[in-house]
């Protein structure tokens, strides 16, 4: 979402960019007519309104996009407009420098700088800081932070973390914005309803847009791309249970389309699989991983599957059976970490493994006993 907001930011500063040319091209034409005023004896009417057409430039060559981009798209071109016309080329000049001047000299300041001017203050501890803000959000410190300036009076910042949390739009982003929506305060509840409101809207231009490529060009790529908007959005805690679901379903469909429309593709079994276990289709997915198991690329990838499904469904007994098949199998390999830790957890922690299972039957069987009794 972020990329399609910056790709109609710079339309917007384009088309004030051409705006300014045109009010510049017309004011020269007036002041030009202004000069050979001798030649003609309907000077004053051609200057006046080459000069009103100069400052409609603002009008003419920018879309009025008061909510979704108010400074640029909006303000910006009115306010140079009225500048323009009661003040001939003065007002014009004035502006283009105050705009230039203020973009060389002023910079944002909003809540994103702050976290990250605080992270570098202190030097105690040495670890090496990710460069770019967004990754540092969701890798150091989340977005815990946040709730404390939520919880704060100030108001200032308190709409910079709520603009901050619709940037971010993941679930727990999502559930810190429904907890604001009962805000003491008003105007956090009226930010907070906006920016949710935003992001449903933002899903759905994004579901429309994927929707129409699957139809239009029926490719594995364009199912796929569909299927993972639907379980984004599934995953970001807007939709309502039912609408999650059903979401859910439409991304194992779009996936299964994808799959079928490019065989040899393994990325895409892969994600087939892996929403299957969140749709919680286990028994599809086992089979997926199962078949994959011969493949010596996806052989980890696969293992780890199904003890993901296994533990998803609580099925602790199969779970323990197919950790003690890894340990007697020869060490496996990825050039993942993530794969690499998580396969290092399963094969060194099966005898945790086994008696947090004994534990739980004994509770299990405790707790029957008391309910007899």
Not at 25 to 47: N, T
Request: proline fraction near 3%; aromatic fraction near 12%; hydrophobic fraction near 40%.
């Amino acid at each position: 979402m972020y990329f399609l907001r910056s790709r109609v930011i710079r339309i917007a500063r384009l088309r004030f960019a051409a705006a300014f040319i045109a009010a510049y091209l017309f004011e020269a034409g007036a002041f030009w007519i202004y000069l050979h005023r001798d030649e003609s004896p309907y000077y004053v009417y051609a200057a006046a309104a080459a000069h009103i057409l100069s400052s409609l430039s603002f009008i003419i060559f920018t879309s009025p996009k008061r909510r979704s981009l108010p400074g640029v798209g909006y303000y910006y071109p009115r306010i140079a407009a009225l500048f323009s016309l009661f003040m001939p080329l003065i007002g014009l000049v004035g502006m283009s420098m105050t705009l230039f001047v203020s973009r060389m000299i002023m910079s944002s300041h909003g809540l994103a700088e702050e976290y990250k001017e605080k992270a570098y203050e202190s030097n105690e501890v040495e670890v090496d800081m990710p460069s770019d803000v967004t990754e540092f959000l969701y890798d150091e410190v989340d977005i815990h932070p946040i709730a404390d300036v939520l919880a704060g009076s100030d108001m200032g910042m308190k709409r910079g973390a709520v603009n901050l949390l619709r940037r971010i739009g993941s679930a727990e982003a999502v559930k810190l914005l429904r907890k604001s929506l009962s805000d003491e305060n008003a105007e956090v509840r009226f930010y907070s309803h906006t920016a949710l409101t935003r992001l449903e809207e933002d899903y759905a231009r994004s579901i429309e847009k994927s929707r129409f490529k699957a139809e239009k060009y029926d490719s594995a790529q364009s199912h796929a791309d569909l299927a993972g908007v639907y379980r984004n959005y599934a995953r970001s805690g807007l939709p309502e249970v039912n609408m999650q679901e059903q979401s859910m379903l439409q991304s194992c469909e779009h996936w299964k389309i994808a799959t079928e429309k490019d065989p040899g593709n393994t990325d895409f079994l892969m994600r087939l699989a892996e929403v299957y276990i969140e749709s919680r289709q286990f028994s599809e997915a086992i089979k997926i991983y199962k078949e994959a198991e011969a493949d010596p690329e996806l052989e980890m990838e696969s293992r780890l599957g199904v003890c993901r499904a296994f533990f998803e469904m609580g099925n602790f007994i199969s779970l323990f059976q197919e950790v003690q098949k890894l340990q007697s199998l020869p060490t496996l390999k990825s050039s993942d970490p993530f794969k690499t830790m998580t396969y290092n957890f399963w094969i060194s922690d099966s005898s945790d493994l086994a008696d947090s299972e004994y534990d739980l039957d004994g509770q299990i069987n405790r707790a029957g006993d008391a309910a007899y009794e």
